[in-house]
Each structure stands twice: as C-alpha cells, then as structure tokens.
C-alpha cells in the first residue's frame, strides 16, 4: 500500500520556522527520524519511508501554499494513488496551539492551501489533519500571526507536538483513518 503524505508550507527560509509552515516541520520529521532524504523534484520536495509493510510518499509542495493542488494531484497521479490515501497536513487558526484534528474530509474553513487542492483533485474527500497554531493576533493581523515564528513558550512545545502530528500520519497508514481519529483526536 502507498500512501501520500503532503506537508502544507511554503518554501523560502524567510518561511522556515512560521506557524503556516508546521505542515512542512511535520513531513520533515517523519523523513529524518525514518532516515530518509529529501529530493527536488517537479512541483516539490519528496521524500519515501516504510513503515509496517507500507510506502509512504512525504511531498512538500514547491507551489506555495495557496497553489498547492497542482503538485498534490501531479503526485497522486504519478505515484498512483488513491485519494482516499492522501492526507494533508496544515495549520488551523481555529484550534489552539496544541490541538491536533484529523478528519475524513470537510471544508477548506477559509485555508487558501485546501481551497486549491479541493478544485485541483475534483473535491474535499481526502483526509487532512489540522494542527491548531491559535488566534492570538490583534484584528487586522492575521497574516503577520500566521507567517510570523514561533514563540519562545510555543518552540519549547512544539517538538512533541510535532513528533504526536507525525505519529498520526503513521497511524492513518496502518491501521486506518478511523481508528485513527479514535487513538489520536484525544489531544
């Protein structure tokens, strides 16, 4: 079975380390704590790891986020893979930093990244897993919140949170999206 796990982020250093980046920070450590490295390639980075018999298809879009449907569906079709296999990982303003919800689909809620992936592969039946990054923002500051880094209190929090995101990606291969949902939307 192969699975396709997509990071949602944009590329740049001037992005490395923001909130609307912790999708990318939760498919690079799925490649280094499997050993794997990343390679450029058309539309993104990709990495490949095992895990319990499975292939999973690590893809960091190279689009932008707001343009990412297009390498989504390029790696579907490339690697042959059902959408029922794909999850995208992403940041969510509407949970609190901390929170983690995966789901079998849903809206985009206003998430530019999902917008386009939902046009780009013909809806939004494929799972996708939230990670909350808060709201904390003054009105009219949304964009600097999102694309601002992490705070000092936030960085000391976010390894373990990272490495539970990357747990339920493994888990959403092996034993299923609902059991998934079950064992990992506690936190």
Excluded at 14 to 39: C, I, M, P, Q
């Amino acid at each position: 079975m192969k699975y396709l796990i997509v990071g949602l982020g944009n590329m740049g250093a001037k992005y490395d380390h923001t909130r609307h980046n912790v999708g990318f920070e939760v498919v690079d450590h799925l490649a280094r704590t499997k050993g794997s490295e990343w390679k450029s390639e058309h539309l993104g980075d990709v990495a490949q790891v095992k895990h319990k018999g499975r292939t999973f298809v690590l893809l960091k879009p190279s689009t932008y986020m707001n343009l990412s449907g297009k390498a989504v569906r390029y790696w579907l079709q490339k690697e042959k893979i059902e959408k029922e296999n794909l999850l995208v990982i992403l940041d969510d303003l509407n949970l609190p930093f901390g929170k983690q919800r995966l789901r079998a689909n849903g809206s985009d809620g206003g998430h530019n990244g999902l917008k386009d992936i939902d046009r780009m592969t013909g809806g939004n039946n494929y799972a996708r897993l939230r990670i909350g990054i808060g709201d904390i923002f003054s009105r009219g500051k949304q964009v600097d919140f999102v694309l601002g880094e992490w705070s000092a209190e936030e960085n000391k929090e976010l390894p373990t949170l990272i490495d539970y995101a990357a747990e339920t990606a493994l888990s959403f291969g092996t034993i299923g999206l609902n059991h998934t949902m079950n064992a990992f939307n506690k936190k």
